[in-house]
């Protein structure tokens, strides 16, 4: 509860002693209870920032507030350690005339966690994503990922209050990317000031670095850290150092600060899930129960099925460089004052993942999951899947149909045996000058120039190879499921009898080859490539000039300023270039890892390529669940992504034996892989280069920028204070974005002539022949598939303009005993990042059969005369597209906010705000056509857009920390930091497909559109409780950060596409720091000691109708331990 003002003195320190022994007990209870003895990461010390860029010096600066002392602190008592951190902390928030939350690190290299994105999250209102990217819910970030204020991703990020830019696809700089040895600080915006870039609905997050003048003198510091992955079993260390000092002169001051720092972090994390729930109709004849008719079952309703099951590892190597140095000079006047600052940030990570997940686009095709011949499904009384073996037909098999090798069995889920590896490099280099001047005494100027360079380099490559297997799955309601890769069934007598000879069966998992470890029992299917080499550079020059009045008048200071920036990117980001290395479906049957390779189809030459080896996926989640892969899997062996050309050549060679090269169709004479070609080898790239024409694209974003601010302070009779500023920012936007639209060139395509004698051998009852569904199509639509399918290339280039203005009022009331209200209004606006405005168009067309009801695909028929009936398949284009229109989200934001300081660190606060969005971003998907060398084709098409629907988000943030100095003893040195945040929201939904649309029904498109989903990232409920003791030497520190559940994604990236939660998650910090000597300081630290799990659920449409969620993901990640020492003089 919050107190107004009372005359008496008496009254308002009555309330505070109230306060501070009720909240004791209550602390003292939560520390002795609810939270171990355990504290987060490091304790800091570390001296206040000096002044952020476009600001005059001064008690009226946002953004360089000092520490006060409050009447109701009592007699002065030193801080140091974690309470000198939140002191600081407490002082910008209270004295800023702008509402915003701190994290100041007293030690140098001290900030509490050991990544700036785990920092953030303990601030109000603030959470991160723990995936690497939320549209792909499937790689987790150890560290943590995106930053979500307020309930919005629509984050600005500034370095000392300049762009954080980037070549990347945000456009900004990832938090994760930054290393915290080298900041001082981190600051969240909530209303930010006219004189703020604009950019930052949500909120501006800026990180403070070290300047010379923010010390006494001479410092020398360094930091040692040995740090420990529990679940990856590997250690590595973490280095800094840096050294300040500061000379008087004749002609001024100067001084000088440098720092250097390297981090490495090795991490793992298992995953288990299972895939693609579907409603299908249940048939059961009383003992047993079945996704199909069998004999003697009838249809008992439905329930809601999987296709099977995903689980695998991924193992991380994370480095970061850090580089920073700085110059000052300050007249001996104090009236003019230089500063020159240097940072470059080197951020690098290589993960390796070794994944089985079932092909369920495959399974869907092939006649869809279904129960194990002979046994049974059990669904509890909603009609959810609770345990059964699931199998499913394995389709069209080419093997079956030659005198040799009958090996691909008739039942299994075929398997995506995935070996993956990303290696990235982003470097950004940041060069400012910024000089103020106190032209007089009422004559503020600031000028600043920032430039920035920055380039992103990704390599990302995998290799699958693909077995068969039946899935037992017990779902276990809540809990982890259990999960079991079974070899299917080998059909003695029990399954139906494969096509060819009466006699013949499948040889897969016969005698003597009863084990996936044998290469005789996997096949290579299929490799995918991807490369982003993106570059950019950022020039900002800005001018500001303040002129202060008399502080007898109401009226204290007007700012007028202006700034001009401009930002040249060139993103080169190719496809994620999927393809065939070979398959049952054709040429005899797939390549199998036992085989012999020469490079050739026609031949059987050569012996087998020796690029796989076992993976036994040793301690599977922690042991939390028996290990669903038996003895193992065998996985490509090669570095995919560090060696990328042995691995193209590998791969291009498994390619070759399966399928004879083709000639491109472009005209250019080239000849290529039938199947998987790697990106360089691409028909119509550009040569010398891994690019086609449509995945270079450059940009050009310029902004002019001006604003008025004036700035107010009065008091009243009363000794109330009322201070505050409001002014208007004008925004113009430019922005160029270059581009091509691509349609693809035919591969694979069967001939005329290989289509005849499909038709031949089904006509004639050749054992196991079947049409494929290209061969369906009239000769007609087979010639205009081939004449879109020309590998054109079309330049479309776009220039827009977009301008706004922006009003903001920031008023505080402050109405004595430390008691403070606050009141704001901003509009702003958030551009859209660079990688959703590329120009780029990239068509596809594939061909499959017509779906009925239940999503299975109907067999195609050929008449006996050879005639095939229309209609039986139909052509699907896939658009995939940037957005170079998009505009800007808006947002009208309004904040209340009450505030009660009642000791140096001490203070309750609470604050409610709501914001009004519009313009929101969000995917539309639709049909369209698209026409290419005079023929025609539908396509769905799925792109980024500005919606027509309007967002509101509201919520309150409730704040609370205090150290209990009345207490005896030891407990003299506790305290407690502690934050609730709740937001609701009503989202904006995501247009697509009608329910009847044949993609939607065949499962490649989801029919849920998000109307009643939240804002992506938000979480209803946030809550953060850190209990802490500084008693002499000893510092002890625990943190507990948790948040509700949370839409991920509105549409994932894999097939069926659903949209995806986040369950509830927790997660414990700690550490232990004792101060040897006045220089030296020694500790540990640990990271999710909780060793929380992370679980995803899938939203989809149950068999009333309505939208359930389903269990999806098990995600386990490490605990860290690590050893740190800390030297300053």
Known sequence: MLYRNSTSAAFGRSIAISLKAGASLAALCLAGTALPALAQTAAGDVEQSTNTPGTKPGPSNTDNVQEETDPAAGPDIVVTGFRQSLSSAQGIKRNSDVIVDSVTAEDIGALPDRSVTETLQRIPGVSINRFAAGVDPDHFSVEGSGVVVRGLTYVRSEFNGRDAFSAGNSGGLSFSDVPSELLGGVDVFKSPSADRIEGGIAGVVNLRTRKPFDQKGLLLSANAEMNYGEFAKKGAPSLSALVSNRWETGIGEFGLLGSISYSQLYTRADRLGISSFRVRPLYSNGTRTDVVPFTGATRQGSGLFPRGAVAGSQDFNRERYGYSAAAQWRSNDGSMEATAQFLRSDARQTWDERTVEIATDNVTANGDSRARTGTTLNFDDSGLFENGIITGPTGWRADQNTAGDRRTPEYGLQSNNISRQQVSKIVTSDYSFNFKWDVTSRLGLNLDYQHVDSSSKIDDNGLWTSTYQDAQIRMNGSKIPDVQFLSPQNCNGICTGTPGAASTYSGYFGPGRQSYLDPYNSFYRSAMDHREESTGNSDAVRLDLEYSFPETGFLRAIRAGGRFAQRETEARFSAYNWGVLSEQWGNGGPVWLSDNVDGSPTTNGGTPPQGYQPVLFDNFLQGRTASPFGPGRLFYSGMTAANVAEYRAYASRINQEWQARITCANGNGRTVNGGWNPLSERCDVIPGSTYLPGEINPQTERNRAG???????????????????????????????????????????????????????????????????????????????????????????????????????????????????????????????????????????????????????????????????????????????????????????????????????????????????????????????????????????????????????????????????????????????????????????????????????????????????????????????????????????ASYNWRSDYLLTLRDVITPFDPIFQRAYGQMDASAFVQVTPQFRIGVQGVNLTNSMTVTEAAVVDQNQAIRRVPRQWYVNDRRYSIVARMNF
């Open 707 to 1037: 604003y008025v601010m004036a700035r107010f302070d009065t008091e009243f009779g009363n000794g109330w204070k009322l201070n505050g500023n409001v002014g208007v920012r004008y925004t113009n936007t430019q922005r160029i974005s270059q581009g091509f639209q691509s349609f693809p060139t035919v591969t694979s395509l069967p001939t005329t002539a290989q289509c005849a004698t499909q038709v031949q051998q089904v006509v004639t009852g050749v054992a196991g022949a079947s049409l494929s569904p290209f061969c369906a199509l009239t000769t007609a639509q087979q010639t205009s598939y081939r004449g879109f399918l020309n590998g054109a290339t079309v330049a479309n280039n776009v220039d827009i303009t977009y301008d706004y203005w922006l009003p903001s009022l920031n008023v505080k009331l402050e109405v004595g005993n430390g008691i403070q209200f606050r009141g704001a209004y901003t509009k702003g606006v958030a551009p859209p990042s660079p990688g959703l405005v590329r120009n780029y168009y990239v068509v596809a067309l594939t061909t499959q059969a017509r779906v009925n009801g239940a999503g299975q695909q109907i067999p195609i028929v050929v008449n006996a005369d050879g005639s095939i009936p229309a209609n039986q398949v139909q052509v699907l284009g896939q658009f995939n597209a940037g957005n170079p229109y998009l505009l800007p989200t808006e947002a009208d934001s309004f904040d209340l906010t009450g505030e009660w300081y009642f000791s140096r660190v001490g203070s309750i606060t609470v604050s409610g705000f709501y914001k009004r969005l519009t313009n929101v971003l969000t995917n539309d998907t639709q049909r369209t056509s698209f026409t290419n060398n005079g023929q025609t084709f539908e396509a769905i098409v799925t792109t980024p857009v500005n919606s027509d629907d309007v967002g509101h988000i509201r919520g309150v943030e409730v704040g609370y920390q205090q150290t209990y100095d009345f207490l005896p003893g030891f407990l003299k040195g506790l305290g407690l930091q502690a934050n609730y945040t709740f937001i609701s929201s009503s989202g904006v939904p995501q247009a697509t497909l009608s329910a009847t649309d044949p993609a939607v029904a065949a499962g490649q498109q989801p029919t849920i559109t998000g109307n009643n989903f939240p804002l992506q990232g938000l979480s209803k409920h946030q809550f953060n409780v850190t209990p802490f003791i500084d008693v002499g030497p000893l510092s002890l520190r």
